[in-house]
Each structure stands twice: as structure tokens, then as C-alpha cells.
């Protein structure tokens, strides 16, 4: 059974930064794709960032140069880190790996 946990949410004012962080088991996870969406109040969920299980990454562009999507093969756990944060970018932020999904950790922007 795939295991994804996501922690890092919080609150934090515009400009700032958060580190989210997915651990996750169950599967050989160096050999996965991995993906970040997030689901603001009343909008469906979005892709946000994916890195593939060679490294490559791609970003929504919203929030290109802003995040990086990142893994550590060692510790089977992905990274997002998201700087210069918005308001627009409060949502909840879920994990995903073949078609399993974590349970989601609050992120909110606000002064």
C-alpha cells in the first residue's frame, strides 16, 4: 500500500517562504514520477509541479521561478520549496505518485 504524508503548511505572509515535504512508501520510489497540485477554496485541484524519477521538472506558470520541485531518493521523500509566496497561492497542497495521493497540508498567505 502507497503511503504519501505531506507536512510543512502553514501561515505565512506574502513574500515569504515554506518548504512542503512528502514522505512516501509503499513503492520503489526512485523509479516514480512525482507531482505537487494544490486546491484553493472553490476552484478544482491544479497542477502545480512535477519532477520526473530522472530529475526532470516542470512547473504550472504561475509559479515558475518562484518553486522548486525536488527529491531525495535516499530518504524517499519529495520537496517542494515556494518563495516569493502570494496570496493566490493559499490552497491545500497535495502529493501524488501513481495515481495515490497524500492528505493534503494547508498552505495560507496572508498579512
Known amino acids: 500500500q502507497v503511503l504519501l504524508v505531506e507536512s510543512g503548511g502553514g501561515l505565512v505572509q506574502p513574500g515569504g517562504s515554506l518548504r512542503l515535504s512528502c514522505a512516501i512508501s509503499g513503492i520503489s520510489f526512485r523509479l516514480f514520477a512525482l507531482a505537487w497540485y494544490r486546491q484553493a477554496p472553490g476552484k478544482e485541484r491544479e497542477f502545480v509541479a512535477h519532477?520526473?524519477?530522472?530529475?526532470?521538472?516542470n512547473y504550472v506558470e504561475s509559479v515558475k521561478g518562484r518553486f522548486t520541485i525536488s527529491r531525495d531518493n535516499d530518504k524517499n521523500t519529495m520537496y517542494l520549496q515556494m518563495n516569493s509566496l502570494k496570496s493566490e497561492d493559499t490552497a491545500v497542497y497535495y502529493c501524488?505518485?501513481?495515481?495515490?495521493w497524500g492528505q493534503g497540508t494547508q498552505v495560507t498567505v496572508s498579512s
Open positions: 501524488t505518485v501513481n495515481h495515490a
Open positions: 519532477i520526473s524519477s530522472g530529475g526532470t521538472t
